[in-house]
């Protein structure tokens, strides 16, 4: 009955609801001890069910669908269409 419509600002009442995450780029030269970084030939590289879809910040492609943003920190992927590699930011949902 009611249309359904697409926001990008999630409300914060509102359960179930996905949103999602641009990436941060890192940088080619920078120090990646420490981190994982996940290579995947497809996209999106991980699955999950979360409710988070984490984008590449480079060309917006889904890297991590539906993921748990407190699961994946520490973790880097390399970019799957454009070879980018992104990490996840300090997650902004709790
Ligand atoms: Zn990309």
Same mark, same amino acid.
């Given at each position: 009955m009611a249309k359904k419509r697409q926001t990008f600002s999630v409300p914060p009442t509102k359960r179930q609801s996905? %949103?999602?995450v641009r990436m941060e780029v &890192?940088? =080619? /030269? &920078?120090d990646t001890r420490g981190i994982s970084v996940i290579h995947s %030939?497809?996209?999106p590289a991980m699955r999950g069910e979360g %409710? &988070? /879809?984490y984008t590449c910040g480079e060309c917006g492609v889904v890297i991590c =669908?539906?993921?748990n943003p407190a699961r994946i920190q520490h973790l880097a992927f390399d970019c799957p269409e454009c070879e980018t590699t992104n990490r996840i930011t300090s997650p902004d949902v709790v």
């Open positions: 996905r %949103s999602t &890192i940088p =080619e /030269d &920078i %030939s497809v996209a %409710s &988070i /879809d =669908e539906g993921m």
